[in-house]
């Protein structure tokens, strides 16, 4: 595939960006690619994995003549981090992003945006519980979404590259407006975070009273939530702090609907929990039957399948 950009910025170097950069190298879709992290140890492990055709120790250097720079830096650091590199930026190029929250990220790195340089939002609905240098793999956005999300008098042309960028990393891709992004994401991504966190929590605290029987006899939904709940914790600080209000207006009705159940339970009310199973379950088969997970038992663990 012939390049898309020439010289591509990665900014952190993280599990999003080392996957970024593995798929690139699988289609060819830039020239070189320049990265940039925080640490000197994570820049030592990059340039240890051959994470990067140059890693460099100043942030300005790496996004020096690129044209397309991604900044895969929590979002809390976003703003931050835009202000650095913006009197660098060369003109006619893109930046983009690649945070869960799109309203705040936003607000934060346009008022640094020079004249002649495009800024459209961007974030892969793809990721793991690894983060770091190490943790990405080519195939990570397969198959997965990736929302770009314009912001006024953005250029339709370099949406339309980015979107082939994203295409060439092996997404699909749609465009969204901020607003609706951050609240379809608090109900699939930031509020199942927290459920998980809450209830790994919950078993933390009881394990103190059951001695460690909470970890010895965990199984699929327990162990399911603790994968979640071991997300990395910078990340999703920043997530809640800055998706505040989508977070608690969907946080709001499963409150309602948790209540709900609480008291079809006390009262015995069979036929409410199993319409409400009945209903949640046709959601999992959508998810499977849209290719976005595999219905093999236990998420194809393999624990259990006959040899
Ligand atoms: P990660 O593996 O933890 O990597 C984050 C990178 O950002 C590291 O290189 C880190 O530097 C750097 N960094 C952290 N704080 C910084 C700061 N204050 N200033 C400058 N650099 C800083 O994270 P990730 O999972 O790749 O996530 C990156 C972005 O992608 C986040 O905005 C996240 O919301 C978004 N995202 C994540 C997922 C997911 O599932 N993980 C999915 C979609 C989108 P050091 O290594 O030097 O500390």
């Given at each position: 595939m012939a390049h898309i950009y020439d010289r591509v910025a990665?900014?952190?170097?993280?599990?999003?960006?080392?996957?970024?950069?593995?798929a690139m190298k699988r289609k060819g879709l830039a020239g070189e690619v320049t990265g940039f992290a925080r640490s000197a140890e994570t820049r030592h492990i990059a340039r240890e994995i051959g994470l990067c055709d140059v890693v460099y120790d100043d942030i300005r250097e790496?996004?020096?003549?690129?044209?397309?720079?991604?900044?895969?830096?929590?979002?809390?650091?976003m703003g931050p981090v835009m202000a650095q590199i913006a009197d660098v930026l060369a003109p006619g190029a893109t930046v983009t992003d690649v945070g869960s929250v799109k309203k705040d990220?936003?607000?934060?790195?346009?008022?640094h945006l020079p004249e002649g340089v495009h800024f459209i939002a961007g974030h892969?609905?793809?990721?793991?519980?690894?983060?770091?240098?190490?943790?990405?793999?080519?195939?990570l956005f397969d198959?997965?979404?990736?929302?770009?999300?314009?912001?006024?008098?953005?250029?339709?042309a370099a949406i339309a590259r980015l979107r082939s960028f994203w295409e060439g990393i092996g997404s699909n891709v749609e465009e969204m407006d901020a607003d609706h992004h951050d609240l379809v994401v608090a109900v699939t991504s930031h509020a199942p975070h927290l459920i998980a966190y809450t209830m790994v929590g919950v078993a933390d605290d009881l394990s103190r009273v059951?001695?460690?029987?909470?970890?010895?006899?965990?199984?699929?939904?327990f162990r399911d939530f603790t994968r979640i709940a071991a997300s990395d914790p910078t990340m999703w600080r920043d997530v809640?702090?800055?998706?505040?209000?989508?977070?608690?207006?969907?946080?709001?009705?499963?409150?309602?609907?948790?209540?709900?159940?609480?008291?079809?339970?006390r009262q015995g009310d069979g036929d409410h929990l199993f319409d409400y199973f009945t209903r949640t379950r046709a959601i999992r088969?959508?998810?499977?039957?849209?290719?976005?997970d595999t219905d093999a038992a236990d998420f194809g663990r393999g624990v259990g399948r006959k040899p």
């Open positions: 990665l900014i952190g170097l993280g599990l999003i960006a080392s996957s970024m950069f593995w790496a996004v020096r003549g690129a044209d397309l720079v991604v900044l895969c830096v929590p979002v809390g650091a990220v936003i607000e934060k790195i346009i008022p892969p609905l793809a990721g793991t519980e690894h983060s770091g240098p190490r943790a990405g793999f080519a195939e198959n997965r979404w990736c929302l770009l999300v314009p912001v006024a008098g953005s250029d339709p059951t001695d460690g029987e909470v970890i010895k006899y965990s199984a699929g939904g809640f702090l800055t998706n505040k209000e989508a977070t608690l207006e969907i946080l709001g009705r499963f409150t309602e609907e948790l209540f709900a159940l609480q008291r079809a339970i088969r959508g998810i499977i039957e849209a290719g976005q």
